[in-house]
DNA sequence: CATGAATGAGCCTTCATTCAT
DNA sequence: TATGAATGAAGGCTCATTCAT
C-alpha cells in the first residue's frame, strides 16, 4: 500500500515538478519578450498551457516567479563555464581564446542576450538580482579571466602592465555583440563568426609581451 | 501697448519652455529610476512640482512624453560629438585617444549610464525608439571610428587587418563600464581613469601596425 | 463727459450681448452635434472665437450655458406662432391646413429638428427643461390646436367625435418627420412637400364631419 | 466523471449567462436614466450587484454594452411583430387595427418609451446604432404596413389616393405617446386607451375609400 | 490539485472650473 | 475684461491576486 502511494507521490512529485518548468519556461519567454512590468500573468499561463490560478499553486508572486527565472536560467550557465575552466590544459594563449569562443557560444544560443539584456533592465528594480547575477556570473567569470592573464605572465606570453583589475576589458566586445543583436540586427547585423576571431586576434595582440 | 503684451507673452513663453524641461527632467528622473512602464506620471507630475492634468498640456501621452526624454538628453551628446569630430586636427593615434577619453567624459556625466541602459531595456518595446538611437547615435558613432582607423591606415599608424566593420571592438569596455557603474559600482567600484588609460592603451596595442 | 461714457458703456453693452449671443449660438451648435455630456467647453469656445475662460464671465456653469441655449432658440419659434395664431382670420379648415404647414416650415429650418431631438434626449436629465419646453410651447400648441378644432366644430367643418384631449394625433405626423429627417434621411429621404400634403389631406379626412 | 465535469460547466454556463444578463439590464436601466456618455461603468455595476472590473469579461467595452443594451431590448420586439404579421388572417381593416393595438401594448411595455428615446438621442452619435435601428426595426415595420396598406387598397377598403410611401403618418401618433408619457405624463397624463382608439379611428377615417 | 470567474486597486487620460496675468 | 495655463476630480479600462467550485 505505501509502495503505491509513494509511486504515486513521486509521479506527482514529477508531475508538479514538470509543469513548475513550464511555468518558469513560459515566464521567461513572457518575461524576456516584454520585460518585467508589461508581462501579464494571463499570458505566461495561456503560453504554458494552464490555468491563471495554477501559477498561484507554485509561485508566491509575480516577482517570486521572475526571481525564479532567472535563476533557472543562469545557473546552467555557470555551472558549465566552471566545470569547463576547472578541466581545461593549455597555454594561457589557448585557454583565453577558448574561453572568449565559449562565450559567443553561449550568447549565440537562444534567449540568452534577450537574458542578459533583461537581467540589465530589471537590475534597478531588484536590487537582489544584481547582487545575485554578481555573485554567481559576474564576479566568478573575472576571477577566471584573472587567473588566466596571471598565467600568461607567468609563462612569459602575456605583457605585465596590463591591469588585471580590468578584465572587463577583455570580454567587453562579446558583451556588446549580445546587446547589438538584439537592438540593430535589423540595421546593420553582424557576422558573428568574423567578430569573434577579430575580437580574439584583438584581445591577444592587446595583452602580448 | 503691443511692447507689454510682448513682453508678458514672451515672459509667459519663457515660463511655458521652462515647465516644459522641467517635465521632461522629470520624467526623465523616474523613467530611469522606474522604467516606462512602472513609471506613474503621478509621480512626474509631483517630482516637476506641477498637477497631474498639466503634463496634457505639454506632451500627448505618456508615450511621447517618453520621446521627448530621450530626444533631449540625445541630441546635446550627439551634437558636442560632431562637433568635436568635425574640428580636431592631429593623428589616427591622438583622435582615437580624445575620442575615447571624451566618451569616458560623457558617460562619467550624471544620468548617462541611466540614459543608456533605459534605451536598451525599452527598445525592444519601442522599435521606433531602436531605429532612432541606431540612426542618431549608433551609426554616426560608427562612421567616425572607421575614419579615424582608416586614417591611421593610411598613415601607416594603424595596421591593415584590423575589420573597419567591428569597430564595436574599439568602443566596448566603455559602453561595459558604463553598465558595470550603474549596477555593479557597490558590488565592486571602478576607478574609472585607470579604467579608460588601460582601454586606450589596450585599443592602440591592437590597431598598431 | 457722462455722456461719452454712457455712450462707451453702451457700446461696451452691446459688444457684451454680442459676444453673449456668440457664445449661444456656438453652444447650440456643440449641443446639436455632441449631446450635453459629450459637448466640451473648449470646442465651444474655439467655436465662438474666444477664449475658454470667458465662457465664465457669461455663464455660471456649462449647465446654464445649456439653459440659455435652449431657451434663446424656443423663444422666437414661440413668439411666431403666438402673433401667428392670435391674427390668422379664415374657416377651420383653412387655419388647420395653415397651422400644419407652419409647422413644416419650422421644422424645415437649420437646426430645428435637432433642437427638438436635443430637447427630447437631455429631458430625463433637465426636470426644468422638460417642464420649460411643456409650458412654453407644448402647452400652448396644443390650446391652439384645440381653440381650432372646437371652431371647426362650431362651423359644422369637423365632426363632433373627435377628442380634442389628442390633439397630439393632428401633429404627430410633423414631429415624425422631423426625427426621421435627422436619423433616417440618409437611409430613406423624405420628399417634405409631398409629405406634408399627405399630412394634412389625412388629417382633414380624419377630422371631417 | 464526465457527466459530472458537464453538469459543472453548465452550471456555470448557465451563472455567466444570468449574469452576463444582469449586466445588460442594469446597463439598460442606467443607459436610459443617464444617457450613454453620462452612464458610469462603476453605476452599472452596482446595480448589477458586482464588480466593475467584472463588466470586462463580458464585454469589451462601455461601447459594446450599449450595443449589446440596444440589441438584446429590440430583438424580442421584432420578432413578435414579425411573428404575428406573418400569421394574422383577416380584412386589411382588422389587421390595421390589431397592428396599431400591438403597438400601444408594446409601448406601454417598461422602458419601451425610454429605450426608443435612448436610440433617439444617441443616434446621431452611433451612426451604427442608427443603421441597425432602421434596418432591423424601422423599414420592416414600414414594409408591413405598407403591405397592409395595398391590400386594403386592393379589397377595396381604403382609398387609392393615399401615398403608402408616408406610412409614418399612421404610426406617428403612437410613437409621439411614447415620447410624451416619457417626458409630459407629470404635467398632462395621458389616456392611454382612449388615445389608441382615438388613434384606430383617426387612422381607419383618414384611409377609407 | 486545477481552474477561471470575480474583484478592486491603480493608472492614463479628459475636462469643467479656477485664477494669475 | 479676456485669456489660457493649471488643476484635480472622475471615469474607462487593466491586471495581479483571490476563492468558490
Same mark, same amino acid.
Given at each position: 500500500?505505501e509502495a ?20 518558469? !519556461?513560459?515566464?521567461? =519567454?513572457?518575461?524576456? $519578450?516584454?520585460?518585467?512590468? #508589461? %508581462?501579464?500573468?494571463?499570458?505566461? @499561463? ?39 575552466s576547472a ?22 544560443? !537562444?534567449?540568452?542576450? =534577450?537574458?542578459?539584456? $533583461?537581467?540589465?533592465?530589471? #537590475? %534597478?528594480?531588484?536590487?537582489?538580482? @544584481? ?79
Amino acid at each position: 500500500m505505501e509502495a503505491v502511494k509513494e509511486r504515486i507521490s513521486s509521479k506527482r512529485e514529477l508531475q508538479k515538478e514538470a509543469r513548475r518548468h513550464a511555468i518558469i !519556461d513560459a515566464g521567461f =519567454q513572457e518575461f524576456i $519578450l516584454q520585460g518585467f512590468t #508589461a %508581462t501579464k500573468l494571463d499570458d505566461v @499561463a495561456v503560453r504554458a498551457g494552464i490555468g491563471k490560478g495554477t501559477i498561484y499553486l507554485y509561485f508566491d508572486s509575480k516577482e517570486s516567479l521572475f526571481e525564479e527565472v532567472i535563476r533557472k536560467n543562469l545557473f546552467p550557465v555557470r555551472d558549465e563555464a566552471e566545470h569547463f575552466s576547472a578541466e581545461f590544459k593549455g597555454t594561457a594563449t589557448e585557454l583565453l581564446t577558448m574561453h572568449i569562443r565559449r562565450m559567443y557560444a553561449s550568447l549565440n544560443e !537562444d534567449n540568452m542576450p =534577450q537574458l542578459v539584456a $533583461l537581467i540589465m533592465s530589471e #537590475a %534597478t528594480r531588484f536590487p537582489t538580482l @544584481a547582487d545575485f547575477f554578481f555573485r554567481e556570473m559576474v564576479s566568478r567569470n573575472q576571477e577566471m579571466l584573472r587567473k588566466v592573464v596571471k598565467k600568461g605572465v607567468a609563462s612569459g606570453e602575456f605583457r605585465e602592465s596590463f591591469p588585471v583589475e580590468f578584465t572587463q576589458i577583455l570580454i567587453a566586445p562579446a558583451m556588446i555583440s549580445a546587446l547589438w543583436r538584439l537592438q540593430f540586427d535589423a540595421h546593420s547585423p553582424l557576422d558573428m563568426d568574423k567578430y569573434c576571431e577579430a575580437h580574439i586576434e584583438f584581445v591577444l595582440r592587446g595583452l602580448k609581451a
